[in-house]
């Protein structure tokens, strides 16, 4: 390893070519990142008492693959995104310079040749960088100012565009801007393959740019030590395919949830890393592991990804299977997913049958279910789903699942049909933040053609106003105040409709016979049985609160032993 301070003009001077290899993430400087390099070169441009301005370090390598190439190419380990920013600034300024009438120390030729393009060069060597793939097009248009393409790296052109628009704000000449950029000074680090760990160094630096998720961490991690045929064969069969999977919302975190239920799997004790440190634990599994080849852990890691993306996204052709996980997600039980990737696996490999696996996913969602509306606390839910496939006998799969959620005691029971109904029937269900997923299972139970909840309105029967009419109080009796109390947000009182402002506070029978809207005419299930009702009270609610909760056990049934 060699380390050289220098100015950064100095560095970019002279034939070579500065490539990001595939394993960088894409360009990510934001405004904000812009603004602090700016403002740091204004300050330096003004200042003739500073003589430069540290703007960190640059470290690459030196590939054997490159060396008898006519432009030296360097592989960036460290430093892509002051790069980018800094090419990005100086095609600005030299297109201001070719605009200028000012006398400025350098000409716009003279910077694109020094610091932007090897001149004389042909095809990708005419660029002094060269991005990922992701970014490489934008760039190279931009340096070129023709035509951006669709598929654009937006935060290149935005930051390009910002630079573009502080030139004509500027309190200072061009000149004075060049000879702030002239000021920048970088540690230079080369690297030898065969002698240094790129990600050992790697790892020691202080960068001032954005800080790396671990999902940037674990992919440099994986990548960095590899020769480059290698990092292209593995990044093209797995690591890219995986990026493009998660691509899709909020990569970086949902990446290092996966990441830790893959090393929960593989932990045979069901260790749950820190979702903050799952850089550091994925290295120690890899380590671990020194007689398995890294391209066969990355084939595993890509196996159980494809399982968590289906399981996240609902991406899964068989329909009910599909509804199965929405409804599970829509509980909010990630942590369950240790387990369901297993089972995804064990079904994927045909160790159980499609109607098995329905069955496991229909009894995860009523285990979690139960417990929600009993009040168990979640705290060990986990643990609890981190070892529960060492629980599970392949040879006799649901029965041994079902011994062994039922089996379990105290804060990690599955709620009896008789703990489910009492706590059901007394639960606050209007404030219950799966009040719509319950409404909706109980509504479409047995049902083929599927009611949309979501395009009607909660409706209180006996109404929310504390303040009620006479004929309520008269239907309520003595006790209304009570009554009103103790049951209106319970699910004997609460049911759907698409006619909340027309019903209102009406009296019930107003409600029931209604023209338009009333219960007697809804086509909903859970208003069966109200259209023969004269009046809506105490017992009328426990009624319906007892019917709904017949309903429930079979929705959210029991292990079946």
Known sequence: MKATQTKFLNFLEGNKQLIIPIYQRPYSWT????????????????DNEISGHFIGSLVYMVDTVYLTAVIPKLLVIDGQQRLTTLSLLLSVLSKAIRASNEEIDISSEALEDFYLFNRHAKGSERYKLLLNKKDRETLIRLLEDTEIPNDKSQQLVDNYRYFESQIPKLDIDLNSLYRGICKLMIVEISLERDRDDPQLIFESLNSTGLELSEADKIRNYVLMGLQPEEQNEIYNLYWHPMEKNFDKTGYSQLFDRFIRDYLTIKSRSGTIPNIREVYNSFKIYVQGKKDTLIKEILADVYLYSKYFVKLAFAEETDQEIKQLITD?????????????????DDYNQNKIARKEFISILRLVESYVFRRTICGIP???????????????DRENYLESLQIALSSKKSYKRFPDDEEFRRELLVKDIYNFRGRNYLLRKLENYERKELVNVEEYSIEHIMPQNPNLCLEWQADLGEQWKEIRAKYLHTIGNLTLTGYNPELSDRPFIEKRDKKDGGFADSPLRLNRGLQHLKQWNETEINKRAELLADIAVKVWSSPCM
């Open 31 to 46: 405004i904000t990142q812009c603004q602090q390099l700016w403002n740091d070169i204004l300050r330096a441009a003004k």
């Open 328 to 344: 599970i997600n829509t509980l909010k039980v990630d942590v369950a997913y240790p387990f369901l990737i297993e089972v995804y």
């Open 378 to 392: 979640t705290n060990y839910m986990n643990k609890n789903f981190a070892t529960l496939s060492r629980e599970v």
